[in-house]
């Protein structure tokens, strides 16, 4: 049925633009042809068979382009119908703003006075297209599936109608940068509708300015407009935002086409002119719009990933989801076709369907509070599972991740049929879905080990994605996550110059530094991705943190006081503040925030390691091993916690007891460091010298140079055993 609204809608749209063309043109065949070109544009095309907004955009953009013509008929009443139709523009999107202002400004100019009168019922007549917004808090006040922030209270219905959650998208206010973006949306507007449309409404400016001044005023100021909104608006389907331009730019086009008509002597020339020229367009046009091969992507992508949930967890399973594109094609089927499962979407689902009367703050809250609800084995993730939630990575069944061991089927991704991925995508949606795919194929790869096809996953996503920022983020996390540091450090350049102003660009490439240990670099791009922030909460932690590991200890604490402040939930900012306090000597100070990490989050297992590890240092070894073992009774899959039990005993000089608890952390995490350098310690301590020679070595081929693996070395060479091949 949106499908079925938004070819309606253009298909309106184009009836309503050939009676504003055939106003302000004099010849109707230039009218009818210049029409049929406008709705032979692949743009056009997309938005009247995508279910989104801009399809509406485009049909009130020209109907109130439309009214101030029709002074002369109506009279002041096209006061009137610019109220109303202003008023359901704007309840529908602010962007709107720009035709209205400019419509009003073109019905002063041609229709002369207005009445006192006039002006107030079109007053009124915008305040009832208004109205419409009223069904919004209504709505949102009965419990709805979905609720698009605190729109039952006044201050969230006021943030919502103003758009104040999207204010952080505002760009920078950059002379130079903003003057590139805005070259760009010409750049971008010569390529959605072409070179010949282009050229006719530059000639319709020059030439027709002296016939037409207001309209030919009007039009190259909405496309003006909408070229400042393109530089300053940093959204990703900034292309369909200004999709509206196709209207001044057809008028602008049919008076350019009617003056060149003007100055042909022959009217025999003239219809060939005219002919040749908008065939010409509309071929032009025709001959770049191919068949779609991603019409069943949305809809098998969502079946694969209910299957694979229902496989998995059985029926009433919960999905989670956060901010993956394919949240909503999976919220369509479980409300409109009756799946066995239900959707909670972090972003937009109504937070009492896992329970709670407050939307969490994270998704590890999320999860943890849904598992009370429902129990974690009917838990299912879309997208990266939260590993804090497991320690240890996520179980992929099919297109989804799971909390605990499936108590069913469990699904290859490869098992699965979805119809349109990587084709050849010209649709936003389309091409977020596809990335969504390949990254998942990529997590896949990375948890059966196969680095070839991980690496290949992840090279399609951003290359589907190219001009998508959040892909490149998600990807670079990705290998940053599976220890490709490298790669990650590439991938975050490439996405900032893909968007240089989006903040997560900033914040990821910090992490990458400071995992590279460049923290005074990752310290700046944190600074960076503070600016127009609208959850800077863990930014500040996060730059804490980078402080902690500088040795700025005083302005780690200025940063984790700011966090907290800002979300006291932050498990994060409470491990890094002990952090800082151990460094500075104030040991109670830090256990306190270890204990209170711990208390927000049980099964926090980076604040049991780092209080175990403040009771090794103090030589408080029974201390030590009681946390621990409480916490892995909370966590038990926790193989960090399971190293450092491994270690107490080390220090205490109970090498058997070391030993079983370091073989049992290697084996549920290969990958830990740590472990592997721990065991073999126990081992050479104990005597066993060849399972010694075997853990050093796996150790030396994973550790970063340094003193640490200096000393493997060291201790390799001492027990006669050979090197890596390579390091």
Known sequence: RYNLLSAITVSLMMVLLWRLLKQIGRNRLVAFLVTLGVASLEATWLQATTAEVYAINGLFTVGLLLIPTLHQRLGERIWLAIGYLGGLSLSHHLTLIYPLVLSAILAWKTSGKLHRRTALVSILMLCLGLSIWLYVPIRSSLGPPLVWGRTDTLRGFLSHITAQDYSWRLRELSIMGRMRDFLGFFRLTLVQFGIPFCLLAIWGIIAGFRRMAMMVATCTGLVVLFGGHFAMYNIPDIASHIFPVVTPIAVLATIGLDEVLRRLPSRRGKVVIVAAAVIAIIAYNLSRIKPRADEWLAIDYARAICESALRACGADCLIIATGDPSTFPVLYLALAEDQQIKVYDIGASNPNIIGLDER??????????????????????????????????????????????????????????????????????????????????????????????????????????????????????????????????????????????????????????????????????????????????????????????????????????????????????????????????????????????????????????????????????????????????????????????????????????????????????????????????????????????????????????????????EALERLGGTRPSSP
């Open 360 to 713: 969490p703050v994270s998704p590890e809250t999320c999860a943890a509070e849904a598992a009370k609800t429902f129990g974690s084995d009917k838990i299912a993730f879309v997208g990266a599972t939260p590993t804090v939630l497991l320690g240890k990575p996520p179980e992929i069944c099919g297109m989804v991740s799971l909390l605990e061991e499936p108590r069913g089927q469990c699904l290859k991704p490869t098992d699965l049929s979805i119809r349109g991925v990587g084709a050849e995508l010209r649709d936003y949606a389309s091409r977020l879905l596809s990335s969504s795919y390949y990254l998942h194929m990529a997590r896949w790869y990375a948890e059966k080990g196969d680095t070839v096809g991980f690496d290949q996953a992840v090279t399609q996503a951003i290359t589907v994605a190219y001009d998508d920022a959040g892909t490149f983020i998600n990807a670079a996390s990705l290998c940053l996550d599976n220890g490709m540091v490298a790669k990650a450090f590439r991938i975050a350049r490439k996405a900032i110059q893909v968007d240089r102003d989006f903040f997560e660009t900033h914040d990821l490439l910090a992490r990458i530094l400071a995992a590279l240990g460049n923290f005074d670099d990752a310290i700046a791009e944190y600074k960076l991705a503070l600016k127009g922030n609208p959850s800077p909460g863990m930014v500040y932690s996060n730059l804490g943190n980078a402080y902690v590991s500088n040795g700025q200890y005083q302005l780690a604490l200025e940063q984790f006081a700011k966090a907290l402040d800002l979300d006291s939930s932050l498990v994060n900012a409470y491990v890094g503040r002990g952090r800082a306090y151990e460094a500075t000597g104030r040991y109670e100070a830090a256990v306190e925030s270890y204990r209170h990490a711990q208390q927000l989050d049980p099964s926090a297992v980076s604040a049991y390691h780092a209080q175990a590890s403040l009771y090794l240092r103090l030589g408080r070894y029974h201390d030590a091993l009681e946390l621990l073992t409480i916490g892995l009774e909370r966590v038990p899959d926790g193989a960090l916690l399971l190293s450092d039990i491994g270690l107490c005993y080390l220090r205490s000089g109970r090498f058997d007891s070391a030993i079983v608890y370091l073989k049992k952390a290697v084996e549920m995490q290969p990958t830990l460091l740590t472990a592997h350098g721990n065991l073999a310690v126990a081992y050479e301590r104990k005597g066993l010298r060849q399972q010694a020679i075997e853990e050093y070595r796996a150790y030396i081929e994973m550790a970063p140079s340094g003193l640490l693996r200096d000393k493997a070395l």
